[in-house]
């Protein structure tokens, strides 16, 4: 996969829900550090929303990854 293979194909409809989500998950890897009480605390935020949560984290790959 290459750096720019994302940008392929049909942009994501970003909602109100879905960008509230991304965002939590930046501030949550504003320190370098994830930690599982973190991520449990953004899904309660989302009210236990998973897939919600799983979308959120398809718009994140890189952070995902590491």
Do not use: C, R, W
Not at 6 to 19: Q, V
Not at 37 to 55: I, R, S, T, Y
């Amino acid at each position: 996969m290459g750096l720019f293979d994302m940008f392929k194909g049909t942009p994501p409809t970003l909602t109100p829900k879905l960008a509230l989500a991304v965002g939590l998950l930046h501030m949550i890897h504003a320190d370098g550090e994830v930690e599982a009480e973190e991520l449990g605390q953004v899904l309660q935020a989302l009210g236990n929303d998973k897939a919600l949560f799983e979308d959120a984290g398809k718009l994140m790959p890189f952070y995902l990854s590491q």
